[in-house]
Nanobody, 115 residues
Framework: VLVVESGGGLAQPGGSLSVSCAAS????????MGWYRQAPGKQRELVAS???????TYTDSVKGRFTISRDNAKNTVYLQMNSLKPEDTAVYYC??????????WGQGTQVTVSS
């Protein structure tokens, strides 16, 4: 297993959640890492990414609301999600990003935003 996602859960609109990803050093130590999400009936999309040096990118729909970070000592990537909207409901996955070879997908973690 190369990536293991955890966290997530249920939040009300406007609320906050965080997710974490423990990644194998074989990908974490080499490549940028990203958080992806897949909503029912939709394609998986890249939500945010971060390089080893900490440069971040976000898809427009989450800019200003989500924050990606990484702890290189723990091979862990985090995604803090604030001001959540119902359209953020999805299964969230982590994997390599930036065109790097990707690991097999993990099981993901469910994030549900509903009142």
């Amino acid at each position: 297993v190369l990536v293991v996602e955890s966290g997530g859960g249920l939040a009300q609109p406007g609320g906050s959640l965080s997710v974490s990803c423990a990644a194998s050093g074989s990908i974490y130590n080499i490549y940028p890492m990203g958080w992806y999400r897949q909503a029912p009936g939709k394609q998986r999309e890249l939500v945010a990414s971060i390089t080893r040096s900490g440069t971040t990118t976000y898809t427009d729909s989450v800019k200003g609301r989500f924050t990606i970070s990484r702890d290189n000592a723990k091979n862990t990537v985090y995604l803090q999600m604030n001001s959540l909207k119902p359209e953020d409901t999805a299964v969230y996955y982590c994997n390599a990003a930036g065109g790097a070879p990707m690991a097999p997908w993990g099981q993901g973690t469910q994030v549900t935003v509903s009142s």
